[in-house]
């Protein structure tokens, strides 16, 4: 098992959770072919942006007092395939002519998705969900409060979307890894393929939970994506960004990573 520790003051005097023996920080697989993911500890932030888009209101303080683990990178083609391989998912999806590998996972549905975690559940007796938008904006802030994790202007080469001066922009996906991560060690929050998360959409967070748990009110047809993708211009990308599509719809725009499910 690899493990990297985060040089931040956040996570270096953490304990250990009892039920995984994992500090903060850790990165590890629960099997050959999962995917990597991180260990994040409870905490607290600002979700959305008072001063933006309709959808990001209200800015509101959220707390998050259980650890999970996140998965460092959208989930790939090659782990997807081990999925296909093992009969757990029927979904072989097109890669666009891009390449496959270590690639993110395009063109998948909301319940092609839900075959795969349901497969990854099985295989490591472990539970492995989408994240709720909240869980996926704690992760991608990274501890950070402006537009993106590097600061509020994209500058040049910092994640793939359009204009945003990467080989990929406007373009097509990028391998997963190929920008740096962010202070939590997540790479391609912004930008590259837009994640699904559980939320049902509503456009705005008044009466949304504020305890990490997804939205399951609004409208179930449509869930929440995050993160921008190649294809979009920068804003779309910011860290507080959040739109929607619906459940059926696969896109060459659109991946996920899985949240992994840590006892406190």
């Known amino acids: 098992m690899h493990i990297f520790i985060f040089l931040s003051a956040l996570f270096a005097s953490l304990p250990l959770y009892a039920a995984d023996t994992l500090p903060a920080g850790s990165v590890f697989k629960d099997c050959e072919s999962c995917p990597e993911v991180i260990a ?3 905490g607290s932030y600002v979700r959305g942006d008072a001063d933006s888009y309709k959808y990001e209101r209200p800015a509101q303080k959220v707390t998050i007092d259980y650890p999970f683990a996140l ?26 002519g891009w390449g496959k590998g270590r690639y993110p996972i395009i063109n998948v549905t909301f319940q092609d998705i839900q075959d795969y975690l349901d497969w990854l559940s099985q295989k490591t007796g472990q539970t492995y969900r989408l ?27 910092n994640a793939n979307c359009r204009n945003c001066g990467s080989k990929w922009s406007g373009i097509g996906s990028a391998p997963v890894g190929s920008f740096n991560a962010n202070p939590w060690g997540f790479h391609d929050m912004n930008g ?3 994640d699904w998360v559980a939320d049902c959409w509503t456009p705005h967070y008044a009466l949304a939970p504020t305890d990490g748990s997804p939205r399951l009110d609004g409208d179930c047809k449509h869930r929440v994506t ?5 294809y979009y211009f920068p804003k779309l ?8 599509n619906h459940v059926d719809i696969f896109s060459y725009n659109i991946s996920f990573r899985v949240l992994r499910e840590l006892k406190p």
């Open 131 to 157: 994240p709720s938008e909240t869980e996926w904006e704690y992760a991608a802030r990274a501890g950070t409060t402006t537009d993106y994790w590097w600061g509020d202007d994209v500058g040049v080469n």
């Open 237 to 244: 990308s910011r860290s507080a960004y959040r739109y929607k």
């Open 71 to 96: 998965g460092k990178y959208e989930v790939t083609f090659e782990e997807w395939e081990a999925c296909v391989q093992d009969k757990g998912c029927k979904a072989t999806p097109d890669d666009h």
């Open 192 to 194: 590259n393929a837009w």
């Open 226 to 230: 995050r993160g921008g993708s190649w």
């Open 40 to 42: 994040l500890p409870p």
